[in-house]
Nanobody
Framework: VQLVESGGGLVQPGGSLRLSCVAS????????MNWYRQAPGNQRELVAS???????NYLSSVKGRFTISRDNAKKTVYLQMNSLKPEDTAVYYC???????????????WGQGTQVTVSS
């Protein structure tokens, strides 16, 4: 099982980016899917999460600006980021609880991370 992120890059303040994370491998079910971020010198923090049923939660500082969504058929989770600020600069990581085939419970998996830089 593997998670691969894409969509990071350099954007000016006020701009937008859309991150994607695709799960691949022998997967029985995708449970909660999350986006974390880690800025230099800071701890990794949970930015947004979405349950298998579509319930969402957000870090207070991104509410109203970021939207998490998922496409279960494509085994993909997205993070639409609007009105980006310099303080959003970080490496963004995809995280998901996935139950592989022929197993009884889910395991936490992480992507490799994608850099988001907000700067003029």
């Amino acid at each position: 099982v593997q998670l691969v992120e894409s969509g990071g890059g350099l954007v000016q303040p006020g701009g937008s980016l859309r991150l994607s994370c695709v799960a691949s491998g022998s997967i029985s079910s995708l449970n909660d899917m999350n986006w974390y971020r880690q800025a230099p010198g800071n701890q990794r923090e949970l930015v947004a999460s979405i349950s298998s049923g579509g319930s969402t939660n957000y870090l207070s500082s991104v509410k109203g600006r970021f939207t998490i969504s998922r496409d279960n058929a494509k085994k993909t989770v997205y993070l639409q980021m609007n009105s980006l600020k310099p303080e959003d600069t970080a490496v963004y990581y995809c995280n998901a609880n996935i139950r592989p085939l022929l197993t009884a419970w889910g395991t936490n998996y992480w992507g490799q991370g994608t850099q988001v830089t907000v700067s003029s």
